[in-house]
């Protein structure tokens, strides 16, 4: 008998559905499995057979064919394994599938056990895009299926609760007929748990609750209220969230640099439920989604540690699946590189592209993937190795030891950078003083009133959504220049020898600064306050 169900894979950041199909036939009893598979989904078949017969189910002595298609297309991961079984199952036991339109997601214990995989949320939207009516997952992914609007979610701990559900005549416990009028009445189906995970069983050994990763407190986004004394730094910031500009501070030791760059989630509009399921879907590819919803609620804030490689920030490929890196991590959020000269030449050099093209593409394996860099960039960096320079009662680094180290930042990525700003040392009157501090709060209503406008402006556009997006015909339609503001322009490309794409930047971040201002034209102060933000790559080069 010829056996159909459905699956799904991951393809770089995204998800396919894929159909499984299971031929029976005479011949040399054997199992293979075409389609253009890789040895973990080809390890698939030999864990679905065993868990099969551990379910008190052997395979009659016939030749089972497994095809995966389309063919074309790599599939990779543990997510077919429950597929494979099921259509064994199918066109071995039964003459008919009761569920034609329902997909299965899940890897396989050797006892039937159905556990966790990675990309349950990408994994269902698509099914849910393709027309599918129901899938069966494992007990541990339900919270990321049920995000799922039109998906009907079955969650199951084992094989042999599947086989209750759609043929109790095989087991002796007639519950179809009311188990049907629960699927066909509610979207999910509460199955009572018979099996324990792996991950259950740790927990109990180390005398942890069972809900102990769903109980993780979030910590509190840090305010701006606790900052003093960097009145241009929190500047800086207002107008990099307003605009989703990249941005560098170079500064002394403590002059509050990290300080800054974390406290920027802080003053990003909510995350909307669309981005949210954006941003969990890259989480859930990671295998980094927990919670009592399901779904990342604060927008993420990364900081890699200096030692990171270039794969592990722009992503790499393990078990040939594409696994997210740091830059995709911060999807909607802030990605921040502290102490950037002491990154890898290679690391540092490779956000050139992202950086210009918001767009990462990756070569691995014979495969091209990508994805959008839609995060806030903050770097962060000392004026010299010991951190203290130009105070020469505390800097003994020598003039050559200082150039080595600035110059590991290249031209090249300052000219990408949009805001690049030199923080001066905090004094103790300043930190000590009574003077009105700026709130998150506050802050967070200069940000959202921006992109208000901004939404405003590009709502005719498809591909731009922020000032940092525009490219040279959006710059000449959006960022029109009066005859004072031109010639100003035309005296600072010719005092500091401007490349044309740092004068591209510096109307970016002037049509922001605008934004944030409440204007509607860009004016000599906005365009000002532009080019004094390009003031590191000035001082380095």
């Not at 995204?14 to 989904?41: K, M, Y």
């Not at 339109?101 to 895009?129: C, Q, R, S």
């Not at 009066?482 to 401007?498: P, Q, R, S, T």
Request: glycine share 8%; net charge neutral; charged share 25%.
């Amino acid at each position: 008998m010829l056996a159909n169900v459905y699956s799904a894979g991951l393809i770089g950041l995204n998800a396919c559905l894929f159909s499984v199909q299971v031929d029976e036939c005479n011949g040399l009893p054997r199992s293979i499995i075409v389609g253009n598979v890789s040895p973990s989904v080809r390890e698939g078949l030999e864990r679905a057979i065993i868990a099969l017969k551990n379910n008190g189910f052997d395979l009659p002595p016939k030749k089972i064919t497994i095809n995966i298609q389309p063919a074309d297309v790599r599939k990779n991961g543990t997510s077919f394994d429950f597929a494979i079984l099921a259509g064994m199952f199918i066109a071995t036991n039964v003459k008919e599938n009761p569920y034609q339109n329902y997909a299965f997601l899940g890897e396989l214990g050797l006892d039937g056990e159905i556990k966790h995989i990675p990309g349950v949320l990408p994994m269902t939207l698509a099914m849910e895009e393709a027309g599918i009516e129901g899938v069966f997952v494992g007990k541990e992914d339900e919270k990321e299926a049920l995000h799922c609007k039109k998906l009907k979610i079955i969650a199951l701990s084992c094989v042999r609760e599947w086989i209750k559900i759609l043929y109790p005549f095989l087991i002796k416990k007639p519950s179809l007929n009311s188990l049907e009028m629960k699927l066909k009445g509610s979207r999910k189906i509460e199955v009572k748990k018979s099996c324990i995970s792996q991950n259950q069983t740790k927990k109990i050994c180390m005398g942890f609750p069972l809900s102990a990763k769903d109980n993780k407190v979030q910590k509190e986004i840090a305010d701006f209220s606790d900052i003093a004394g960097q009145e241009a730094g929190i500047r800086a910031c207002v107008i990099a969230a307003a605009g989703m500009h990249a941005m560098l501070f170079s500064g002394p030791a403590g002059s509050g640099k990290s300080m800054l760059a974390r406290r920027i989630p802080g003053i990003l509009p909510k995350l909307s439920e669309e981005e949210k399921l954006e941003v969990s879907k890259i989480y859930s590819i990671a295998g980094d989604l927990s919670g009592e919803e399901g779904l990342l609620q604060e927008r993420p804030f990364r900081a890699p540690h200096t030692a990171i490689s270039q794969n592990t920030l722009l992503g790499g490929m393990v078990g040939g699946n594409l696994v997210p890196g740091e830059l995709a991590l911060a999807t909607k959020g802030v990605l921040f590189l502290d102490e950037l000269p002491l990154f890898r030449k290679e690391t540092i050099e490779a956000l050139r592209s992202p950086l210009e093209e918001k767009e990462v593409v990756l070569h691995r394996l014979q495969q091209v993937f990508s994805y959008k860099v839609d995060c806030i960039l903050v770097a962060a960096m000392n004026p010299c190795p010991c951190g203290f320079f130009p105070d020469r009662n505390r800097c003994h680094c020598t003039p050559g030891q200082i150039r080595a180290y600035q110059r590991g930042i290249s031209k090249p990525i300052l000219e990408r950078i949009d805001i690049s700003l030199e923080l001066p040392p905090v004094a103790l009157e300043n930190a000590l003083g009574k003077e009105k501090k700026f709130s998150s709060e506050e802050l967070s209503k200069q940000v959202i009133e921006a992109r208000r406008r901004q939404n405003e402006r590009f709502k005719a556009e498809e591909y731009i959504e922020w000032n940092s997006q525009m490219g040279p015909s959006e710059l000449e339609k959006y960022c029109f220049l009066g005859k004072k503001e031109e010639d100003f322009m035309k005296k600072v490309f010719a005092l500091k020898n401007l490349s044309m794409r740092t004068y591209h930047k510096v109307l970016k971040v002037a049509r922001t600064i605008a934004d944030v201002d409440g204007k509607e034209d860009i004016t000599v102060e906005h365009l000002a306050e532009a080019v004094s933000y390009r003031i590191v790559e000035e001082n380095l080069y």
